[in-house]
């Protein structure tokens, strides 16, 4: 079951413009802004537009065109930061064991250095 959306999560707060971020990317499917504690020279969060608590609900709920306005988001970010030649990372966690710590969906994208072994 999928837990209800509440909007007053912190990056629905964002979205609305209540509080700020650092946005470098929008369009009308998604909001890209600077992770307030980065763990990589460049670490980014995409976010739908749309009212989706993760990943699953996301997955199981958004329209065909809302899903890919939201992966061709994550792509222009990783594009738009020069990316794509040195390689970077994409990371959701869904729920407790994942740790998600808010209930909006949001991707992390990771670049700027070699970045590791993927599970820490
Ligand atoms: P999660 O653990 O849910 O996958 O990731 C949540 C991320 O959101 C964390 O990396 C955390 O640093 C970031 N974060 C939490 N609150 C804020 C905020 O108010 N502004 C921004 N820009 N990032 C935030």
Same mark, same amino acid.
């Given at each position: ?35 307030? @504690? ?15 608590? @993760? ?66």
């Amino acid at each position: 079951a999928t837990l209800a959306y509440d909007d007053s999560n912190i990056f629905a707060r964002i979205l609305r413009g209540e509080i700020p971020a650092k946005r470098v990317y929008e369009d009308d499917f998604a909001l890209a802004f600077h992770d307030i @504690s980065p763990q990589a020279p460049i670490h980014v969060l995409v976010i739908p537009k749309g009212a989706y608590v @993760s990943w699953d609900d996301f997955s199981a709920r958004a329209p065909d065109a809302e899903i890919a306005g939201f992966v061709r988001a994550v792509g222009h970010v990783a594009r738009e930061h020069g990316l794509v030649a040195p390689g970077y990372r994409l990371l959701a966690n869904v729920g407790g064991d994942a740790g998600q710590e808010v209930p909006h969906l949001h991707v992390h994208l990771f670049g700027g250095r070699p970045l590791g072994p993927m599970l820490a």
